[in-house]
């Protein structure tokens, strides 16, 4: 198994941190401007800011085959534009503690995509740890009010669940092939295209909202945009996605205790008990492969 050296420890970390805030500041962010708009403003101060990291860093020019092109700004498109979307319609009513640990089933829906599509194997654990992993977010659900806009947006945090997965299976062997941090910019200009079907909203969000809501947008452009995918991909680069995956689960315990601070969110017990009974279910998924199973993805 590859060791951890410091500096991938401190990109997870980093990571890990960043990603938990940004569920609380896209609530926040949500409450000036509409899901499109907050979505696509975004993702284009992260590929702005990206470009100015790269032509300071003097990287800007990143050789790169049509092939591997197509893939990264698809897995741009899937990773990062569709996911933002669909999170911030879901954080519309689905308090972003509980987004993050839905969110957090990353690991157990990457290891299933790399069943699905990388012929992968699975034992008996592995599938128990997805049935505890789908017990816990159905406590969630049940956790909240029983209405049918919250499990609407129940399914958009999972579908953006989805999305990550995917990103993860695309873009692990071109890791191999080209640095993260070009890899980052491709993906985050992939994202910002298909988006631009936003611009109408975005135009309408900017004469209409506060100066403070654009400053949490600009705060997830940059940090949890820009600085959270590449230290991400960099940890892709030296571990396997699985495993780099597996520290995800720490994400939700910083986003729940931010968004109990900044948003006043306080979590009832029963969500609570799903999130630990999902979280769970993630470990046991990674337990057993590390045990049994060697899955690189």
Same mark, same amino acid.
């Given at each position: 198994?590859?060791?951890?050296?410091?500096?991938?420890?401190?990109?997870?970390?980093?990571?890990?941190?960043?990603?938990?805030?940004?569920?609380?500041?896209?609530?926040?962010?949500?409450?000036?401007?509409?899901?499109?708009?907050?979505?696509?403003?975004?993702?284009?101060?992260?590929?702005?800011?990206?470009?100015?990291?790269?032509?300071?860093?003097?990287?800007?020019?990143?050789?790169?085959?049509?092939?591997?092109?197509?893939?990264?700004?698809?897995?741009?498109?899937?990773?990062?534009?569709?996911?933002?979307?669909?999170?911030?319609?879901?954080?519309?009513?689905?308090?972003?503690?509980?987004?993050?640990?839905?969110?957090?089933?990353?690991?157990?829906?990457?290891?299933?995509?790399?069943?699905?599509?990388?012929?992968?194997?699975?034992?008996?654990?592995?599938?128990?740890?997805?049935?505890?992993? @789908?017990?816990? !977010?159905? *406590?969630?659900? #049940?956790? %909240?009010?029983?209405?049918?806009?919250?499990?609407? +947006?129940?399914?958009? &945090?999972?579908?953006?669940?989805?999305?990550?997965?995917?990103?993860?299976?695309?873009?692990?062997?071109?890791?191999?092939?080209?640095?993260?941090?070009?890899?980052?910019?491709?993906?985050?200009?992939?994202?910002?295209? @298909?988006?631009? !079907?936003? *611009?109408?909203? #975005?135009? %309408?969000?900017?004469?209409?909202?506060?100066?403070? +809501?654009?400053?949490? &947008?600009?705060?997830?452009?940059?940090?949890?945009?820009?600085?959270?995918?590449?230290?991400?991909?960099?940890?892709?680069?030296?571990?396997?996605?699985?495993?780099?995956?597996?520290?995800?689960?720490?994400?939700?315990?910083?986003?729940?205790?931010?968004?109990?601070?900044?948003?006043?969110?306080?979590?009832?017990?029963?969500?609570?008990?799903?999130?630990?009974?999902?979280?769970?279910?993630?470990?046991?998924?990674?337990?057993?492969?590390?045990?049994?199973?060697?899955?690189?993805?």
């Amino acid at each position: 198994m590859t060791s951890l050296t410091l500096k991938t420890k401190l990109a997870i970390l980093t990571t890990v941190v960043l990603w938990g805030s940004a569920f609380v500041a896209i609530r926040a962010g949500l409450e000036g401007y509409s899901p499109g708009g907050l979505a696509l403003l975004r993702l284009l101060i992260s590929s702005v800011a990206i470009y100015f990291v790269l032509y300071r860093s003097r990287k800007s020019r990143m050789p790169i085959k049509n092939r591997d092109l197509y893939r990264v700004l698809f897995a741009g498109a899937i990773g990062i534009g569709f996911y933002n979307i669909a999170l911030n319609y879901g954080e519309i009513l689905v308090p972003s503690g509980m987004a993050s640990f839905i969110v957090s089933q990353i690991p157990v829906v990457t290891t299933l995509l790399a069943i699905i599509f990388l012929r992968e194997r699975i034992n008996r654990y592995g599938v128990f740890g997805m049935c505890l992993s @789908v017990v816990g !977010v159905s *406590l969630i659900a #049940l956790g %909240h009010q029983a209405e049918f806009g919250f499990y609407l +947006s129940i399914l958009y &945090v999972i579908f953006a669940t989805f999305a990550v997965g995917c990103y993860n299976i695309l873009q692990k062997p071109l890791l191999q092939r080209y640095k993260a941090i070009h890899l980052t910019a491709y993906a985050l200009w992939g994202g910002t295209i @298909v988006l631009l !079907v936003f *611009l109408p909203n #975005l135009i %309408h969000d900017l004469q209409h909202t506060t100066l403070k +809501s654009t400053a949490i &947008v600009v705060y997830l452009g940059i940090f949890p945009g820009v600085v959270g995918y590449s230290t991400w991909n960099y940890a892709l680069s030296t571990i396997p996605a699985s495993r780099a995956a597996s520290f995800l689960y720490f994400m939700p315990i910083f986003a729940t205790i931010i968004g109990w601070f900044w948003l006043g969110e306080v979590p009832t017990l029963v969500a609570l008990a799903g999130a630990l009974i999902a979280l769970l279910g993630v470990w046991v998924v990674n337990h057993s492969y590390k045990r049994k199973i060697k899955v690189t993805v």
